[in-house]
């Protein structure tokens, strides 16, 4: 069992940054690939990043290429997501999650979720 919990969530103008983390406790962190999705009300669940379980390889969704980025520091326990040059589409409640496996870029491949945290994004 894997329990995680984000922060780092706000509101920020365009433009600007966020920092996300994911914290994870429970079984070996460094067993799972870690990857970020996001919901905006009325859509269907994105894949934004994710990231293998050594860190050493990373995939991005179309849309956040070349403004986010996705670590993690298992030392640490932690999962994190950079997002720079936001943009108000970028609004979303945010969720890390867990997969038992050495990468995963779909939603149903992780089995662990955290409860999501709210980045607003005004104009």
């Known amino acids: 069992q894997v329990q995680l919990v984000e922060s780092g969530g706000g509101l920020v103008q365009a433009g600007g940054s966020l920092r996300l983390s994911c914290a994870a406790s429970?079984?070996?962190?460094?067993?799972?690939?870690m990857g970020w999705f996001r919901q905006a009300p009325g859509k269907e669940r994105e894949f934004v990043a994710s990231?293998?379980?050594?860190?050493?390889?990373?995939y991005y969704g179309d849309s956040v290429k070349g403004r986010f980025t996705i670590s993690r520091d298992n030392a640490k326990r932690t999962e994190y997501l950079q997002m720079n040059s936001l943009e108000p589409e970028d609004t979303a409640v945010y969720y890390c999650?867990?997969?038992?496996?050495?990468?995963?870029?779909?939603?149903?491949?992780?089995?662990?979720w955290g409860q999501g945290t709210q980045v607003t994004v005004s104009s």
């Open positions: 990231i293998s379980r050594g860190g050493s390889g990373t």
């Open positions: 429970g079984r070996a962190f460094s067993s799972y690939a």
């Open positions: 999650a867990a997969a038992a496996k050495l990468f995963a870029t779909r939603a149903d491949e992780y089995v662990y």
